[in-house]
């Protein structure tokens, strides 16, 4: 970023987020949606080339289970998934995709840090479903 955030520069962010939507598309085009796209899930090869790893969540009934096991990062599901709608869709991808960039940008997550032990999970997830989120200064808004 260019105001002096915790993130990755702007034009790395681009690149890697155009890199991502690419691969996304890429998995549209062969009828496969992620359903579980975070920071973790996303690795860098060696030239730099975004990979796209862990399509394990393949129906509602895991991304449930994960929801309410306590692990992993609440805050780059998307609304639908918190609701319970039906199985991970493109649109859900796309938040979460959002909410990375989001957090490469800023070097914060969407909803705030939710690994603490006093139980802001449920608080995360209710600040998702309300799109309760404020844009850090260091994000550039055009």
Sequence with gaps: NQSGGKGLPEGLCRLYF???ICGL??????????GNLK??????????????????FDNLQ????????GRGTTCFVAPELVLHSP????????????AILFT???GQYPFGQIS???GRREEVLEDIK??????PECINAA
């Design 25 to 34: 598309h890429a998995c549209y085009t062969n009828g496969i949606s992620h």
């Design 130 to 135: 309300a799109a309760r989120y404020c844009i």
């Design 87 to 98: 199985r991970g869709s493109e649109k859900a991808d796309l938040w979460s995709a959002a």
């Design 116 to 118: 603490d032990p006093t």
């Design 104 to 106: 490469a940008l800023s």
């Design 39 to 56: 920071p973790d899930n996303l690795l860098i090869d060696t030239r730099g080339c975004l990979r796209i790893m862990d399509f394990g």
């Design 18 to 20: 155009q890199q991502l």
């Design 62 to 69: 895991k991304i449930k289970e994960y929801l309410t096991s």
